[in-house]
T-cell receptor, first 117, second 109 residues
Framework: GAVVSQHPSWVICKSGTSVKIECRSLDFQATTMFWYRQFPKQSLMLMATSNEGSKATYEQGVEKDKFLINHASLTLSTLTVTSAHPEDSSFYIC?????????????FGPGTRLTVL | GQNIDQPTEMTATEGAIVQINCTYQTSGFNGLFWYQQHAGEAPTFLSYNVLDGLEEKGRFSSFLSRSKGYSYLLLKELQMKDSASYLCAVMDSNYQLIWGAGTKLIIKP
């Protein structure tokens, strides 16, 4: 149980284009999902907390107009990187927490490696 | 401020035992997590401690002392596949995870 999937696993795009990453909880409902970014040899950095049916909460320094988050159902959250630039190249990882378990474990998706040319 | 400290890198020998320490200072405490992250992959959940004491799960054990703001992850009978980064994370009073920078564990034959 507690499986989280991400799609795509990796993506290469041209500078200026937008990229959408999907995060799905496969065998549980997740009211809350989290989006992280990790640069090489650095720790996880929380970008935003995604809440089903409401606006995401962004961490300080993360541009909400650049990183659009939609959490339209209890099993799906999407992150869209708009007008991507080479500095947005990174490993994007989502995690999900089971509905009703505010203190519960976060289960991670396999990550999406984004390369912007 | 909130702070999680763990060693940057450790080296151990296959078949041996290694202990990875984590100390924390956070606003509130709602549990401590250990995750394993292999290079190029996402973290996978290892353990969760919210009460003092030792939790054993196969070759891995995790210990917590809330009064000391201290935890450790103990890995026994080390295997080459245990080479990875080990992340310590504390859930604060707002149920947000505060992440350590991770400890890179290198296993030598």
């Amino acid at each position: 149980g507690a499986v989280v999937s991400q799609h795509p696993s990796w993506v290469i795009c041209k500078s200026g284009t937008s990229v959408k990453i999907e995060c799905r909880s496969l065998d549980f409902q997740a009211t809350t999902m989290f989006w992280y970014r990790q640069f090489p040899k650095q720790s996880l950095m929380l970008m935003a907390t995604s809440n089903e049916g409401s606006k995401a909460t962004y961490e300080q320094g993360v541009e909400k107009d650049k990183f659009l988050i939609n959490h339209a159902s209890l099993t799906l959250s999407t992150l869209t990187v708009t007008s991507a630039h080479p500095e947005d190249s990174s490993f994007y990882i989502c995690s999900a927490r089971q509905t009703g378990e505010d203190r519960g474990t976060q289960y991670f998706g396999p990550g999406t490696r984004l390369t912007v040319l | 401020g909130q702070n999680i400290d763990q060693p940057t890198e450790m080296t151990a020998t296959e078949g041996a035992i290694v202990q990875i320490n984590c100390t924390y200072q956070t606003s509130g405490f709602n549990g401590l997590f250990w995750y394993q992250q292999h290079a190029g992959e996402a973290p996978t959940f290892l353990s969760y401690n919210v009460l003092d004491g030792l939790e054993e799960k196969g070759r891995f054990s995790s210990f917590l002392s809330r009064s000391k703001g201290y935890s450790y992850l103990l890995l026994k009978e080390l295997q080459m596949k245990d080479s990875a980064s080990y992340l310590c994370a504390v859930m604060d009073s707002n149920y947000q995870l505060i992440w350590g920078a991770g400890t890179k564990l290198i296993i030598k034959p």
